[in-house]
Protein backbone atom coordinates (compact mmCIF):
# COMPACT_ATOMS: atom_id res chain seq x y z
CA UNK A 1 0.00 0.00 0.00
CA UNK A 2 1.00 3.54 -0.57
CA UNK A 3 1.81 5.84 2.10
CA UNK A 4 2.05 10.09 1.45
CA UNK A 5 4.99 11.16 4.06
CA UNK A 6 5.94 14.82 5.11
CA UNK A 7 8.87 15.61 7.05
CA UNK A 8 8.79 18.44 9.29
CA UNK A 9 11.71 20.21 11.11
CA UNK A 10 13.98 18.68 11.84
CA UNK A 11 13.30 15.27 9.63
CA UNK A 12 13.02 17.08 6.62
CA UNK A 13 16.96 17.71 6.63
CA UNK A 14 18.05 14.62 8.13
CA UNK A 15 15.97 12.97 4.76
CA UNK A 16 16.89 15.88 2.64
CA UNK A 17 13.59 15.77 1.54
CA UNK A 18 10.34 17.25 2.96
CA UNK A 19 7.27 14.47 0.94
CA UNK A 20 7.74 11.55 -0.42
CA UNK A 21 5.51 8.70 -0.79
CA UNK A 22 6.52 5.14 -0.12
CA UNK A 23 4.93 1.64 -0.57
CA UNK A 24 4.73 -0.07 2.95
CA UNK A 25 4.39 -3.67 3.32
CA UNK A 26 1.73 -3.73 6.18
CA UNK A 27 -0.41 -0.94 7.63
CA UNK A 28 1.05 -0.17 10.56
CA UNK A 29 3.21 2.81 11.79
CA UNK A 30 6.31 0.22 12.51
CA UNK A 31 5.93 -0.90 9.01
CA UNK A 32 6.29 2.49 7.44
CA UNK A 33 8.87 3.54 9.89
CA UNK A 34 10.63 -0.28 8.84
CA UNK A 35 10.18 0.87 5.33
CA UNK A 36 11.16 5.16 5.85
CA UNK A 37 14.84 3.37 7.23
CA UNK A 38 15.41 0.65 4.53
CA UNK A 39 15.00 3.62 2.18
CA UNK A 40 16.22 6.52 3.80
CA UNK A 41 18.91 4.99 6.72
CA UNK A 42 19.49 8.49 8.52
CA UNK A 43 16.34 8.03 9.84
CA UNK A 44 16.98 5.00 11.79
CA UNK A 45 18.34 6.73 14.80
CA UNK A 46 15.61 9.45 15.07
CA UNK A 47 12.33 7.29 14.15
CA UNK A 48 13.32 3.79 16.22
CA UNK A 49 14.65 4.87 19.81
CA UNK A 50 11.65 4.84 22.30
CA UNK A 51 13.03 6.80 25.59
CA UNK A 52 9.71 6.00 27.30
CA UNK A 53 7.76 2.89 26.45
CA UNK A 54 3.91 3.36 24.26
CA UNK A 55 5.51 7.40 24.19
CA UNK A 56 6.60 8.15 20.26
CA UNK A 57 10.19 9.67 19.59
CA UNK A 58 8.69 12.59 17.29
CA UNK A 59 5.30 13.92 17.35
CA UNK A 60 2.82 12.21 14.52
CA UNK A 61 0.17 13.54 12.76
CA UNK A 62 -2.16 11.02 10.61
CA UNK A 63 -4.50 12.89 8.30
CA UNK A 64 -3.73 16.00 10.18
CA UNK A 65 -4.81 14.30 13.79
CA UNK A 66 -2.31 14.36 16.31
CA UNK A 67 -1.59 10.77 17.41
CA UNK A 68 -1.00 10.93 21.08
CA UNK A 69 1.39 7.71 21.53
CA UNK A 70 0.66 4.00 21.14
CA UNK A 71 3.42 1.50 20.36
CA UNK A 72 4.02 1.67 16.54
CA UNK A 73 3.13 -2.02 15.90
CA UNK A 74 -0.40 -0.94 16.64
CA UNK A 75 -1.25 2.58 15.30
CA UNK A 76 -2.96 1.82 12.30
CA UNK A 77 -2.17 3.46 8.42
CA UNK A 78 -4.18 3.07 5.43
CA UNK A 79 -3.74 3.29 1.80
CA UNK A 80 -3.74 6.78 0.85
CA UNK A 81 -3.04 8.33 4.23
CA UNK A 82 -0.39 11.30 4.94
CA UNK A 83 1.99 10.74 7.82
CA UNK A 84 3.66 13.70 9.02
CA UNK A 85 6.58 13.46 11.17
CA UNK A 86 7.69 16.61 13.11
CA UNK A 87 9.82 17.19 16.36
CA UNK A 88 8.09 17.31 19.77
CA UNK A 89 8.24 20.47 20.45
CA UNK A 90 7.59 21.84 24.40
CA UNK A 91 6.25 24.85 25.45
CA UNK A 92 6.21 26.73 28.69
Avoid: C, W
Avoid at 11 to 28: E, F, R, V
Amino acid sequence: MQVDVEFLVPYNQIAQTSHLKIDTPGDTLADLIGALVDRIPALAEHLTGEEIPGVLPFLLMINGKIIRGGAPGKIRIASGDRVTFTRILAGG
